[in-house]
Nanobody, 118 residues
Framework: VQLQASGGGLVQAGASLRISCAVS????????TAWFRQAPGKEREFVAQ????????SYADSVKGRFTISRDNVKNTVYLQMNSLKPEDTAVYHC????????????WGQGTQVTVSS
């Protein structure tokens, strides 16, 4: 499976942005999918995930209530809607996928830069 993230950019604090992850190779509903992010000088951190069935969604505490992960099975794409963006949300955002039985994410996209100015 291949993942291609897009939609990043430069926005002001308080703005909204939606980033996308196009999945190819197999249907997106075959995998658990997630978004991670990595800020300069920091370790990569989990942001949000959605299970293959779409019925279990979880978020990092830092984005809960502001970010929404969703999936379009027809377009084979996973989205991350980000509202009320803060400068601390600045990072490279990566999408990832794992097989249903896997315990870690083994498929990664190249990332898209999100920069939030104050």
């Amino acid at each position: 499976v291949q993942l291609q993230a897009s939609g990043g950019g430069l926005v002001q604090a308080g703005a909204s942005l939606r980033i996308s992850c196009a999945v190819s190779g197999r249907t997106v509903s075959s995998y658990h999918t997630a978004w991670f992010r990595q800020a300069p000088g920091k370790e990569r951190e989990f942001v949000a995930q959605i299970t293959w069935s779409g019925d279990i969604i979880s978020y990092a505490d830092s984005v809960k209530g502001r970010f929404t992960i969703s999936r379009d099975n027809v377009k084979n794409t996973v989205y991350l809607q980000m509202n009320s963006l803060k400068p601390e949300d600045t990072a490279v955002y990566h999408c990832a996928a794992r097989n249903r039985a896997a315990t870690s994410y083994g498929y990664w996209g190249q990332g898209t830069q999100v920069t939030v100015s104050s």
